[in-house]
T-cell receptor
């Protein structure tokens, strides 16, 4: 079975600082990978997805970017964080239609 | 109209009660359907897939009604530990593998 690792678990960053969140997947090869954000009390918002190394699709315009340097590594970045970037960031993987989520990173931008 | 709609609740029920949630979807070409459970401040976890013939897993039963474009989740003999948000997920419409999540239905089971 696949396992998804995310770190850090929590993060507090000042406005304007950079961001790098990492997600790695074990137990499967060539998965589809996803980054979601969930604001407090809200639903899941799909930010990026990737079907392979170097292939990134963006779902919403924003100051975030994503990269997939290896098959099972997915990175979410920002050069300058905004207050509105606060939220719960979830990485997910799928082969077929079922998705499995990592434990998430709770980001607070102050 | 939202692609996947759920009543946000909360559904507040006593232990032992039976509770049912519905979820409607707008794209009739959707192929796959799931229920996820999300505990407070945790990641969503797959609860069960939903098949055309319906499926049952212990106290949980999921049904799909393609004609009316909704899926349902029935929980029998509710436990305190069932308290969570239940997310409806629809995928596979138009050849896309990108899942669409509902915003979730909150369930609170009280003693």
């Amino acid at each position: 079975s696949q396992t998804i690792h995310q770190w850090p678990a929590t993060l507090v960053q000042p406005v304007g600082s950079p961001l790098s969140l990492e997600c790695t997947v074990e137990g499967t090869s060539n998965p589809n990978l996803y980054w979601y954000r969930q604001a407090a009390g809200r639903g899941l918002q799909l930010l990026f997805y990737s079907v392979g190394i170097g292939q990134i699709s963006s779902e919403v315009p924003q100051n975030l970017s994503a990269s997939r340097p290896q098959d099972r590594q997915f990175i979410l970045s920002s050069k300058k964080l905004l207050l509105s970037d606060s939220g719960f960031y979830l990485c997910a993987a799928s082969r077929g239609n079922e998705q499995f989520f990592g434990p998430g990173t709770r980001l607070t931008v102050l | 109209r939202k692609e996947v709609e759920q009543d946000p609740g909360p559904f507040n029920v006593p232990e032992g009660a039976t509770v049912a949630f519905n979820c409607t979807y707008s794209n009739s070409a959707s192929q796959s359907f799931f229920w996820y459970r999300q505990d407070c401040r945790k990641e969503p976890k797959l609860l069960m897939s939903v098949y055309s013939s319906g499926n049952e897993d212990g106290r949980f039963t999921a049904q799909l009604n393609r004609a009316s474009q909704y899926i349902s989740l029935l929980i029998r003999d509710s436990k305190l530990s069932d308290s969570a948000t239940y997310l409806c997920v629809v995928t596979g419409s138009g050849g896309s593998y990108i899942p669409t999540f509902g915003r979730g239905t909150s369930l609170i089971v009280h003693p």
